[in-house]
């Protein structure tokens, strides 16, 4: 029940394409879903988060489409380009404690020039 | 976003041996740091929860006698590998947050330290 489900593992697109990535849960009890890009040798780095309350955030080219009853979350990046190319992880945590974060398996995603 | 520090960004020691990995919050007062494990292509693997103060909480299966953690300060937490041995050999990150219990803060990541034990 605390996994986080991620495809796909690995996804290639075109420059100017839109990658989706997507994302599901069992626990209802997790509030709060970011996503993660990670360089090779490098830390996550947060890209955008969304709670619950909400249906979908946007910030810049990423947008986080989130279904509360489907308990699914999915990553899309608008007018991809090769700077993209990175693992993406999504994760699941609980707001209301240590938020303690759950991963998924993480997509190695591709933008070709 | 704020900083996180890691260091070093990499190590290589002999069987054996222990080493001590530091990560450091440098703009802000972290209360809860963790710390994590990945193996390449794969995903992060929690290992570790410290609050400044107290006793680290680990995960299931991770040996705490193997992989010390200190929370000491509000800006420093360690991990130290003792006795390392190949099978440890991995990235290691951490991760800080800051806020009280419960607080609608993020976590930000540290540029982890690749490990390799010879």
């Known amino acids: 029940q605390q996994q986080v489900k991620q495809s796909p593992q690995s996804l290639i697109v075109q420059k100017g394409g839109i990658p989706i990535i997507n994302c599901a849960y069992e626990?209802?009890?997790?509030?709060?879903f970011p996503w993660y890009q990670q360089f090779p040798g490098k830390g996550p780095a947060l890209l955008i988060a969304?709670?619950?309350?909400?249906s979908e955030k946007k910030e810049g080219r990423f947008t986080i489409s989130f279904n509360k009853s489907a308990k699914q979350f999915s990553l899309h990046i608008m007018d991809s380009q090769p700077g993209d190319s990175a693992t993406y992880f999504c994760a699941a945590g609980i707001i209301q404690g240590a938020q303690k974060l759950v991963f998924g398996q993480g997509t190695r995603l591709t933008i070709n020039p | 976003g704020a900083v996180v520090s890691q260091h070093p960004s990499w190590v290589i020691c002999k069987s054996g041996t222990s080493v001590k990995i530091e990560c450091r919050s440098l703009?802000?007062?972290?209360?809860?740091m963790f710390w994590y494990r990945q193996f390449p292509k794969q995903s992060l693997m929690l290992m570790a929860t410290?609050?400044?103060?107290?006793?680290?909480?680990?995960e299931q299966g991770v040996e705490k006698d193997k992989f010390l953690i200190n929370h000491a300060s509000l800006t420093l937490s360690t991990l130290t590998v003792t006795s390392a041995h190949p099978e440890d050999s991995s990235f290691y990150i951490c991760s800080a947050r800051g806020g009280s219990w419960g607080t609608n803060t993020e976590a930000f990541f540290g540029q982890g330290t690749r490990l390799t034990v010879v």
């Open positions: 410290s609050n400044e103060g107290s006793k680290a909480t680990y």
């Open positions: 626990n209802t009890a997790f509030d709060y």
């Open positions: 703009d802000f007062q972290a209360t809860t």
């Open positions: 969304i709670r619950p309350d909400v």
